[in-house]
Structures are given as C-alpha cells and as structure tokens.
C-alpha cells in the first residue's frame, strides 16, 4: 500500500515567518511530487511541482525533494495570512503506469496576523 | 476560459437514489479522475479514465459508475449501493505525459439523507 504521510497540524506561524511543511512517501519508484493549496470548502491547487532532488523555488515557495530519504517539503517564506489553508502533498504511482497521484492527508497552516 | 467545471456545487439527494455528478473539460486534457475527500482524511481515487471509452477503478469504486464516452466529458454516479455516499466529490484532469500533474475542477458536495 503506498503512502504519503503529513503532519495533520496545525500548524502556526506569525505573518512574516517561514513555514515549513513536510511530507514523507513509501514508494521508491515515485518520480513526482506535488504540492496542493486547498482553501476551507475549496477544490485543491496546484502550487509546486518538483521532479528532481534539490529545491526549486518560484516566488514565496520552494519546494525541496530527497529522493534517498523519500521526503518532500514545502517552505513559505513571508508568509502571509492569505496562505493560511491545508496544503496536500502529493505522489505519483510510480513505475511507468498510469497518472495516478497518492495524496496526503493534508497540514493545515495557519498564518497569524 | 479553459478550465475544469462540475455542476452542481451543492446536490441534496434521499437515500436509495442513485445521482450523477457533472464533469466537463476543455483543457484538451486526455486522462480525468474522480476523488471524494471526507472531513480529515486525504484525496481517494474512485475511477479514472486515460482515453476515451476506456476506464479503471480506483482504490474505492464500490458503489460508483462512470463513463468516458467524450475526451471532455467524464460523470460520475453515486449508485444507491454507495454505503455512505456524503461527501466532497472532486474532478481533475491531466496530460498524459511524464509531469503527472492534475488540475482540479470547484467540486460537488454531495449530500444524503
């Protein structure tokens, strides 16, 4: 059974802080990782995509993957009140099949004014 | 606009009655998923579908149907054999190709009484 573990949280930062979010997954063959944005009653979004080891950063968000230690993260620099929302982490099936995400359960983060 | 739409946002239905839930695309996507998130717990796979007229079951298809009878089109009905089918019905769509990545639709909120 492949899995995607997150802390549930919450977690809470002051506005201006870092939030670092992390993910931990089971398959060895998993190839992509995303991170989703959900708002409460909302649909998830899609923020980052990381497909090899190292950070990749695109504005206020970078994304950081260990393939070794099966481990993804998410850092929201100034993080502002408009980020407060659960961030889902996301993993492919793996092996060459189908388009097939593995989700997390979510960390709910809440940015405090 | 291209994008992911599902209709309706909010659905009230009895128990016994089986529903259908809309999902239109014109991202010219070829593969589309269904997922159905409850209140804690992460994103389920129900059914997917990489091309037209063809269609797999997810990690919790019991009591679900599907069709793929247009690239853009994918519904899905909640039959009366669905044990507990109250919950956030949730739409996406991709490229087939190596990014893996799914875009969402707003969402049903299913309800049944």
Redesign the interface.
């Known amino acids: 059974q492949k899995e995607?573990e997150q802390n549930?949280g919450p977690l809470s930062v002051p506005e201006g802080a870092i939030a670092s979010l992390n993910c931990t997954y089971s398959d060895r063959v998993s190839?992509?990782f995303?991170w989703?944005r959900q708002y409460s009653g909302?649909?998830?979004?899609?923020i980052m995509?990381i497909?090899s080891n190292g950070d990749k950063e695109d504005g206020r968000f970078t994304a950081q993957l260990n393939k070794a230690s099966q481990y993804v993260s998410l850092l929201i620099r100034d993080s502002q009140p408009s980020d407060s929302a659960t961030y889902?982490c996301?993993v492919?099936e793996g092996g060459g099949g189908?388009?097939?995400?593995f989700?997390?359960?979510?960390t709910r983060l809440t940015v405090i004014p | 606009d291209g994008g992911i739409t599902q209709s309706p946002k909010y659905l009230f239905r009895k128990e016994g009655q089986n529903v259908t839930l809309s999902c239109e695309q014109n991202l010219n996507h070829d593969?589309m998923?269904w997922y159905r998130q409850d209140p804690?717990?992460?994103?389920r796979?129900i059914y997917?579908s990489?091309i037209v007229n063809d269609f797999?079951k997810?990690d919790i298809a019991e009591g679900y149907s599907v069709s793929r009878e247009k690239k853009e089109s994918f519904p899905l009905t909640v039959t009366s054999a669905q044990k507990n089918p109250t919950a956030f019905y949730?739409c996406a769509s991709?490229i087939?190709d190596?990014?893996?990545?799914?875009?969402?639709?707003?969402?049903t909120r299913l309800t049944v009484t």
């Not at chain 1, 989700?103 to 979510?106: A, I, L, N, S």
């Open positions: 995607v549930s190839q992509s995303f989703y909302k649909s998830p979004e899609l995509s497909y889902l996301a492919n189908a388009n097939n995400l989700f997390g359960t979510g | 593969a998923y804690g717990q992460g994103l796979l997917y990489q797999q997810g949730l991709s087939r190596a990014t893996y990545e799914q875009y969402f639709g707003p969402g």
